[in-house]
């Protein structure tokens, strides 16, 4: 369970401020990091991009439970508004009464004031149930599950597809032309950071860069025009404008 943090409009908060986390600057260097060290970064980096609060509603809780607690009592399950932490729902039923959640109880493993607490079986009948568990950015995973045969370690049971620093999928060497590719965009927080689906328009702007500049270069290089310096240039001037090809003075996707 962790704790919400405060969210700050402050310039620098801590060391990791928050402003600083979500640099585009960021990106880069996490990639760089060891898998190992990433995880236990991202860790820390996910409670300031999915656990801040901002700082009244937090002030607004605690008030509203120290206010039950002086004209209700001491007996929380008599409270209106309840924190129950360290549960973990187990089972859900609906009626027409509403909603009956069955939950496993490990709250005794850490907040007991007697030695052997054990976790425990736990119902809560309530009306409404607001789900906030987020959700797992993988389907690639399933939209290229008939291309595993050119994964590098496709045979191999739970291996993960892999995606380059341009957000370009890794692919055996040879099996994939050097200006076709599949670039992978709101799924890289693993490898690139919590900053990566914050710079939408900085990682919009590298994306087409990086697949216009590809196939201007291997165009130029079909066409035996050298190094293909000419079309890497006014690919681009072309990239910015999010244009990768002009047709009779229309903006053309590659």
């Not at 039923?93 to 004031?113: F, K």
């Not at 370009?168 to 990566?196: K, M």
């Not at 590809?214 to 066409?223: K, Q």
Request: proline share 4%; net charge negative.
């Amino acid at each position: 369970m962790y704790t919400p943090s405060p969210s700050s409009n402050a310039a620098l908060t801590h060391l990791n401020s928050v402003n600083e986390i979500f640099n585009p600057s960021r990106t880069s260097s996490t990639y760089l990091q060891d898998p190992s060290l990433r995880i236990n970064a991202l860790a820390l980096d996910k409670s300031t991009n999915y656990g801040v609060v901002r700082l009244p509603l937090l002030e607004h809780i605690y008030e509203t439970l120290y206010l039950q607690r002086l004209h209700v009592g001491n007996t929380e399950e008599d409270w209106p508004h309840r924190i129950l932490p360290y549960r973990r729902v187990t089972d859900v039923n609906t009626s027409r009464d509403g909603v009956r959640l069955t939950m496993r109880d490990s709250s005794p493993l850490y907040l007991s004031e007697e030695e052997g607490g054990k976790e425990r079986e736990e119902t809560l009948e309530v009306d409404v149930v607001f789900v906030a568990t987020g959700y797992q950015r993988d389907l690639h995973e399933t939209l290229l599950k008939d291309a595993r045969v050119i994964m590098p370690g496709g045979d191999v049971e739970g291996e993960r597809w892999r995606v380059g620093r341009d957000y370009r999928v890794i692919f055996e060497d040879g099996q994939v032309r050097d200006e076709a590719g599949v670039w992978l965009q709101g799924c890289c927080e693993g490898t690139h950071g919590v900053s990566f689906p914050i710079s939408v328009e900085r990682r919009e702007g590298l994306l087409t860069k990086e697949i216009v500049e590809r196939y201007a270069a291997v165009r130029a290089g079909n066409e035996g025009r050298g190094d293909g310096q000419g079309y890497v240039r006014q690919a681009r001037e072309m990239a910015w404008g999010g244009c990768a090809e002009w047709v009779g003075g229309a903006c053309v996707g590659v």
